[in-house]
Structure formats: structure tokens, C-alpha cells
């Protein structure tokens, strides 16, 4: 169903705490749902929560007060296995993939489907690769299908984030949270990249949230833009009723 919540926040905050007890507030207030099958970019200055926010969504930072709820379930309220169990529905990657160094690459991506399989098939797949027409597609669509045997040490820093987008098309997720997908692309594989993620998430009718710098692939691609700044939602809207001010508001540094 196109419009069931997956995600939804509510009166979430997340504090972190430094020297001499002094709180910081990484999140406030964050009160918004997200639908399936919803294509999210999530901008904003650096250090403004945007991680913060991907990193909520899987559950990987549990909340100070409020909650947040994925399929309608409360992550922090269940058994730490039905919460691995759960968070095996979403597909997470960092801006800087994490690649063990030695491995093949078609290993490497293969390992996106591994949170949705059993402890000996993850092991028995990792020494006897399977599905090799699949990775070879993920791979081809990040313009790497000539890599499928190379070593993730032998890559580009590029190239090893091509990797880590074609783990996401071979996982069998719900949700996508890509944080800076784009980081270390030139403008025309960033783009490239980036139409193909949404082609895939369109036609498997997934939850694509991203968050990225570059706003035009923002505006250009996503059908809702959430702007974060200081912690808090600036502003959550379509591409159409985002002009040049808003932009530059959200972006502005105020001493």
C-alpha cells in the first residue's frame, strides 16, 4: 500500500553529552512520517543532524525522549534479536564505505544480501559466491561490471562507493538510508548513480531516503525535500516550494 507509514517520529530528541555534563542536542523535536515507497533527500549544512537523522531511522541511535517507529513498532521496546531481525528490512550505508580491503568485489557486494539470510548461508555465500548474475547487474549499473574480480584495496575512492551503492540494489530491503551517496563522485557518475538508485527503488516500490550536499540532484530528483539545521526540521516540502532564499536560509551561519 503506497502510502502506509513506515517511519514515523515523534517528539524525538537525541542528546550527546561532552565534558563537564555540557548537552548537546543532536536532534529536537522531530515530529514527521515517512511514507513507503517515498524517494526523501535530507539537506543541510554539515553537523546539522543529517547523519543523526539516517542513523535514528535504523535505530542505530536510540532516543533521549520521544520514539520513533518503524512499521508501526517501537525498536527500543522489543528484544534486542527481534530488533537485529527488524533491522535487517533496511539497507544502511555510511558516506564512507566500511570494505574489508582484501575482498573481492563481487564478495563485497554480495554482502548487501546477507542480513536476510541465515548464519551458515551468510558464511557458505562470503566463501562460494552466489547469485552472480545479480551482482553483475548491481555492478553494471554503476558503470563496475568489469571489476566483478578485483580487490576493494585496488579501487578508487570512487569506486569503492559504487560498491557500496551496488550492495543496496542487491539487498532485498524495505528502505534504503544512503548517507552522501555522491560524496566522491565526479558530477556524472554522481548523477548517473543517482537515477539509477531511483529507478530501482521505484520499480521494487521501496522507501529511499539520502541525504546529500549537492541540492540541485536534491531538487532535481526527490519528491520531498527535508532541510535539517541545528538539529531541527527547517523545512519539509516538495521541490516546488523550495526557491533560492530557503536555500540560502538553511545554509546561512549565524554568529
Known amino acids: 500500500m503506497r502510502f502506509k507509514k513506515i517511519i514515523k517520529f515523534q517528539n524525538f530528541f537525541l542528546h550527546y553529552s561532552k ?14 512520517n515517512i511514507h ?8 543541510g549544512p554539515s553537523g546539522s543532524g543529517k547523519t543523526s537523522f539516517l542513523k535514528s531511522i535504523v535505530f542505530a541511535l ?8 518503524f512499521e508501526d513498532i517501537d525498536p527500543w521496546r522489543i528484544s534486542a534479536k527481534k530488533r537485529h531481525k527488524l533491522r535487517a528490512k533496511i539497507f544502511i550505508t555510511s558516506q564512507v564505505p566500511h570494505l574489508p580491503p582484501r575482498q573481492k568485489v563481487l564478495t563485497a557486494v554480495f554482502a548487501g544480501k546477507l542480513a536476510g539470510i541465515n548464519s551458515f548461508m551468510s558464511l557458505f555465500s562470503l566463501l562460494y559466491p552466489q547469485d552472480l548474475d545479480r551482482v553483475k547487474f548491481a555492478l553494471e549499473c554503476f558503470g563496475l561490471s568489469e571489476k566483478l574480480y578485483e580487490r576493494v584495496d585496488r579501487l578508487s575512492g570512487g569506486e569503492r562507493q ?7 540494489v542487491l539487498s532485498e ?3 534504503w538510508a544512503i548517507d552522501e ?8 557518475r554522481a ?3 543517482l537515477i539509477n538508485l531511483k529507478r530501482i527503488a521505484s520499480l521494487r516500490d521501496l522507501t529511499f531516503i539520502a541525504s546529500l550536499h549537492q541540492t540541485n540532484f536534491a531538487l532535481m530528483h526527490f519528491s520531498r525535500i527535508i532541510g535539517i539545521k541545528k538539529g531541527k526540521i527547517y523545512f519539509d516540502y516538495p521541490p ?9 536560509d538553511l545554509y546561512s551561519v549565524q554568529i
Open 162 to 168: 559504487r560498491v557500496s551503492l551496488a550492495r543496496a
Open 19 to 32: 565534558v563537564q555534563k555540557e548537552r548537546v542536542e543532536a536532534l529536537s523535536n522531530i515530529n514527521i
Open 62 to 69: 536510540r532516543p533521549s525522549s520521544g520514539k520513533l517507529l
Open 240 to 248: 516546488s516550494k523550495i526557491h533560492d532564499d530557503l536555500i540560502k
Open 36 to 43: 513507503s515507497g517515498e524517494h526523501v533527500a535530507v539537506i
Open 191 to 193: 548523477e548517473e548513480s
Open 181 to 188: 551517496p555522491l560524496a566522491s563522485l565526479d558530477p556524472t
Open 173 to 175: 530491503s524495505k528502505l
